[in-house]
């Protein structure tokens, strides 16, 4: 198991960017895929972006496409998720999550560690 604790979240206005972090402990961290997912308020958490062992692959829900990058700097056993022109919609919870599958996926049962989530909120 990865322990996973986000930071970064915040209120920010329409058109702004912040910059959520996720610190891992245990040694797993670098052989983990990790994934970025969001639960907006009376919603279902979705995927918004996952990133690959190495880093080389990403992939992003189409909802955030363009919008933010998912990296990871597997030194400091750290993933991020950099979200530039916010809109009032990606107002959500934002977890990180660590599978123990060999790949990247979008499918938040196949996570098996997980974040406290961090409050992003986006003003109009």
């Known amino acids: 198991q990865v322990h996973l604790v986000e930071s970064g979240g915040g209120l920010v206005q329409a058109g702004g960017s912040l910059r959520l972090s996720c610190a891992a402990s245990?040694?797993?961290?670098?052989?983990?895929?990790m994934g970025w997912f969001r639960q907006p308020p009376g919603k279902e958490r979705e995927f918004a972006a996952t990133i690959s062992q190495s880093g080389s692959i990403t992939y992003y829900a189409d909802s955030v496409k363009g919008r933010f990058t998912i990296s990871r700097d597997n030194a400091k056993n750290t993933v991020y998720l950099q979200m530039n022109s916010l809109k009032p919609e990606d107002t959500a919870v934002y977890y990180c999550?660590?599978?123990?599958?060999?790949?990247?996926?979008?499918?938040?049962?196949?996570?098996?560690?997980w974040g406290q989530g961090t409050q992003v909120t986006v003003s109009s």
């Open positions: 245990g040694r797993t961290f670098s052989s983990s895929a």
């Open positions: 999550a660590a599978t123990r599958l060999g790949r990247i996926t979008t499918y938040k049962h196949e996570y098996s560690s």
